[in-house]
Each structure stands twice: as structure tokens, then as C-alpha cells.
């Protein structure tokens, strides 16, 4: 059987792989969870195409907490929405795990997402009419569980961010501390193994930042998460394992954060 061009090409890969980790001592070959090569994302504006990126490069090892800071509309999000398949590259690959996140189609990348990956936004969108626990069984309720098992496990959840006596609370009734950790036991419920979050602390007073940053610090140390977190916050973006400053379309380590 003659495989198209677009599954030739991981096929050869993936056999190659398991080839050499058939050879007698080979070591089984290491992939980051997050590869990202020659990244470019353009624009279309009235005075031609606009680069918002130019051969963007990017590894994320499993279990890493890094942070993504830089000015406003250097592409933070824009950077985030690709990784998590919520956008398009112009050009450059994208890979999570054995995923090829820029060549999936509408469909294949929403149960991508559904699966795979937890979204923290700045705003919370939580549905107002809704409890707390009806929101973060929402995910669940997507992907066909059950009524009552969604329920329960939202309801295990809000335990985990310290919600379980507000969960018959609906949006409007609850803190902005409190919206947000609903929302990231929503991004959470269905267990994905990244959890994006896009200036989660962004609305909120200092303090309250602080234990948000410290809730996600916990919940990607006791569930194995790998997280990506953009941040204007540079207080909070020393305390992740690596910190990435965006800047001229480029991602550079800030080798001396801690």
C-alpha cells in the first residue's frame, strides 16, 4: 500500500525510531514533549505581510513549568494558540509527542485539545448561568461522559483548588480569585499532560496572584503536568523551571532569572 505525502513522511520517522531502538545497545531515542522548528507566523496588513515570528525554535522536556514573558504584542498568545492547536503556523513544525500539531484538521485538533491539553485564560469565561461544578464538567460533558460522572469528578476538582464548599456557586457569586480556580479545574478535569495558561494572574490583585501562581505550581507538581505559562509577571516567571523572553520574533533563555 502507497502511503500519501503528508503520512509517508511520519511513517518513515516512526519506523526509523523504532528501528534504531531495536539495535543491539541502542539507547531508546529521547524526544522532548514540545518540539517546535523553524516556526514562522505572517500577517497580512495594508502594507504587506508582517512577521510575527522568524524561525522560531522551541523544546519543552515533560514535567517543566516554563514561562514565556516579553512586551505586549510581541505573540506570546499567538505562540500559545499554535502550540495548542488553536492556530496555524505560516511555516515550521510543530510537534507534541508524535503529534503534528500544525497538520491536524479542525476536527483532529479539537480532540486534540479535548484530550491533550488544559487552557487558563486571563478571563475565566465561565458560563454565567452555570454552578461552578456544571462549568468544569463541561469538558467531560463534551466528550460524552455521563451527567452524573462528569458531576462527580467536577466536583473532585474543586476540591483540588480549595472550592468544594462553592460548587453550587454560580460565576457572578464567587471572587476573582476563586472564577479562576474554577477555571483551572475546568482546564484540569479531563487530565490533560499540558496545561497552557495565557496571563492567568493578569486580573487579579497581587496577593491573589501569588496563590493562584502557588495552586498551579502544586497541581503541575502532584498530577505530572508539563505547563506553559505566559506572563507579564517577571516575579512569577523566576519561580518556573526555565523563563523564555519573546522579543523581534525569537525566543531567548534568560539564563539568570533565579
Not at 15 to 36: D, N, T, Y
Not at 154 to 183: F, K, M, N, T
Request: proline content about 5%; aromatic content about 4%.
Amino acid at each position: 500500500m502507497t502511503l500519501p505525502p503528508s503520512a509517508a513522511a511520519p511513517q518513515a520517522s516512526r519506523i526509523m525510531r523504532e528501528s534504531e531502538s531495536r539495535m543491539p545497545g541502542a539507547k531508546p531515542a529521547h524526544f522532548p514533549l514540545i518540539r517546535v522548528k523553524g516556526l514562522r507566523k505572517s500577517f497580512r496588513t495594508s502594507r504587506g505581510a508582517l512577521d510575527l515570528f522568524r524561525d522560531l525554535d522551541l523544546q519543552v522536556e515533560a514535567g517543566e513549568l516554563v514561562a514565556i514573558v516579553g512586551q505586549s504584542g510581541a505573540g506570546k498568545s499567538t505562540l500559545l494558540h499554535i502550540l495548542g492547536a488553536l492556530d496555524a503556523p505560516s511555516a515550521g513544525t510543530v510537534y507534541c509527542a508524535s503529534t503534528d500539531v500544525a497538520s491536524l484538521t479542525t476536527k483532529e485538533a479539537a480532540a486534540f485539545r479535548n484530550r491533550d491539553i488544559g487552557y487558563v485564560w486571563q478571563f475565566h469565561y465561565l458560563l454565567p448561568e452555570f454552578t461552578a461544578q456544571e462549568n468544569v464538567a463541561m469538558p467531560l460533558l463534551a466528550r460524552g461522559v455521563s451527567r452524573r460522572e462528569a458531576m462527580a469528578q467536577a466536583e473532585e476538582w474543586l476540591g483540588e483548588v480549595g472550592l468544594e464548599d462553592r460548587s453550587d456557586h454560580r460565576p457572578g457569586e464567587l471572587s476573582g480569585g476563586e472564577q479562576q480556580r474554577v477555571a483551572l479545574a475546568r482546564a484540569l478535569v479531563c487530565r490533560p499532560r499540558l496545561l497552557m495558561a495565557d496571563e492567568p494572574t493578569g486580573d487579579l490583585d497581587s496577593v491573589t496572584a501569588g496563590r493562584i501562581f502557588e495552586l498551579i505550581e502544586r497541581l503541575h507538581a502532584s498530577h505530572g503536568l508539563t505547563s506553559i505559562l505566559v506572563t507579564h509577571n517577571m516575579e512569577l516567571a523566576v519561580r518556573c523551571t526555565r523563563a523564555l523572553r519573546l522579543e523581534n520574533g525569537r525566543l531567548t533563555e534568560i539564563t539568570d532569572h533565579r
